[in-house]
Structures are given as C-alpha cells and as structure tokens.
C-alpha cells in the first residue's frame, strides 16, 4: 500500500487545535446529553446506555465502512461514544454500587487492557495507522473506555470538596501541562495523545455537572435539554467552520 493510499483510508481528522476545542465540547456535551436521556427523562441509566450504546455500534460500523474521512460523521461517532460513556460509567458507579473508585480502577483497567492487546496485535497504537478495520475496531473500543473511565473520573473528583469547578480547574490544567509537555520535550507523542484524549472526558463532565446540576450543589442549575442543545449548535458550528484534513497516514513499524 502507497503512502497515498494510507493517508486515503486515515478516517480520523489530524490533531489540531481545533480537533481539541471540538473534542471537550463534544465531552460536555456527552455529560449533559447523557443526563439528559437517564436523569431529567427518568429512563435511567440502563436504557440510555442501551440507546445510546446502540446509535455508537451503528456509527462505528459506519465510520469502518466509509471510504474515507468525513468529519460530521467521525463527530457524530466520538458524541455517541461519549454520551454512552456516561451513562455507562454513571451505571457502573451507582446502579452497581461500585461507586467512584471501583468504577474509575475497573474502567481504567479496561481501557490498559485494550491499549495493551491493540498493540500487540497490531505494532502501534498511534492514529496514524489507522487505515485498517481491525484497527478502527480497536481504536473505537479504546476511545469508548475512554469516554467512560473519563466520566467516573470527573464525577469522582468533582463530587469531592472541590466542586464542579475546582474539578474543571484541575482537569484543564493537566491538559494544559500535557500541552507544555508536547512542545518542549520529547515524551512520546502517542502516550501524550492518549493521556490528553482522557483527560479531556472528565473536563468535560466536570463543566457539564456544573452547567446542569442545582445551585446549592455549586452548579448553574440550567436545562440540561437547553445546555445540550446550545452546546450541540456550537459543535455544529465549529465542525463547518474549522478546516479538518484526514491525519497522515503511516505503516504501523512502532507504537509511535
């Protein structure tokens, strides 16, 4: 396969500033989304990780299946997955009774575990060499346990003596030291990657509690319908406004 070829079957967008903005805006999103279906619905958390656990498997095999990168699609797949995300982890944390840090060990543990087997199957767990299905397949499992992980994260942290702000304080700011980190030292960029993709979730649903959950609790108490709905136009927005180009492609020799 050409270099040419690789970089046409890359269906994931390169990592750009913008690709990060889009990305907490779609974890918050996914918070206030999540609730929205489980909570202010009264469906409850096993029926909104079956919706939307649903609507993800039908993205994923739609995002496989594509001949190419489209960005409202790949967009419309990373939501699902984040929106499932949370109502999965809030179902592991509550309805199970494992609670925040059986939850947020089990789900980091998944997500060790499919980065782990990822790589020994196929030689790198970078972006970069996503242009074969088993390892979209991989990469979708992995960014779902990570969606997931990211929100018993986030609750976890902000249901503690910071509050929801605090959380989002201390979240953005790991962020903001990976960030840092990639420009003046050589730390291997997929690890950096990975460890930003993460943190990005919890930001997200520290910023979603906040916007959504009552003003005694220390959060705006707005709509949750409303939130998600101004947050959706913005998502829509920045993803026809912001140039996005499929990532380059490379033959998976190394993790990175």
């Given amino acids: 396969m050409t270099r040419e070829q690789q970089e046409m079957l890359t269906k994931v967008p390169a990592v750009t500033l913008g690709f990060w903005i889009i990305k907490i805006?779609?974890?918050t999103f996914g918070e206030t989304a999540g609730d929205t279906v489980s909570m202010s619905l009264n469906l409850g958390y096993l029926i909104g990780t079956a919706i939307f656990a649903t609507a993800l498997v039908v993205l994923v095999v739609a995002q496989i299946r594509?001949?190419?990168?489209?960005?409202?699609?790949?967009?419309?797949?990373i939501i699902a997955s984040t929106t499932a995300g949370t109502t999965m982890a809030d179902f592991a944390t509550r309805s199970i009774g494992i609670g925040y840090p059986g939850g947020s060990a089990l789900l980091l543990a998944c997500l060790l575990a499919s980065l782990f087997l990822w790589y020994r199957m196929l030689g790198s767990i970078s972006i970069q060499s996503l242009h074969r299905a088993d390892a979209e397949i991989y990469y979708w499992i992995t960014i779902t346990f990570?969606?997931?992980l990211g929100t018993a994260l986030g609750d976890w942290v902000a249901d503690g003596p910071l509050g929801y702000s605090g959380a989002a304080l201390i979240f953005g700011g790991a962020i903001a030291l990976l960030g840092i980190a990639?420009?003046?030292t050589r730390i291997d960029r997929v690890a950096l990657f990975w460890l930003a993709?993460?943190?990005?979730?919890?930001?997200?649903?520290a910023v979603g509690d906040f916007l959504d959950k009552p003003i005694a609790n220390g959060g705006l108490e707005l709509s949750r319908a409303a939130?998600?709905?101004v947050l959706a136009g913005a998502i829509i927005l920045l993803i026809w406004l912001v140039p996005q180009r499929a990532e380059r492609g490379h033959a998976p020799t190394s993790m990175n």
């Avoid at 594509?66 to 797949?77: G, V």
């Avoid at 993460?198 to 649903?205: F, Q």
């Fill in 66 to 77: 594509a001949p190419r990168f489209h960005p409202a699609l790949y967009w419309a797949t």
């Fill in 197 to 205: 993709f993460v943190l990005t979730r919890p930001l997200g649903a």
């Fill in 25 to 27: 805006l779609a974890t």
């Fill in 182 to 184: 990639y420009f003046t």
């Fill in 227 to 229: 939130a998600s709905a």
């Fill in 146 to 148: 990570s969606q997931t």
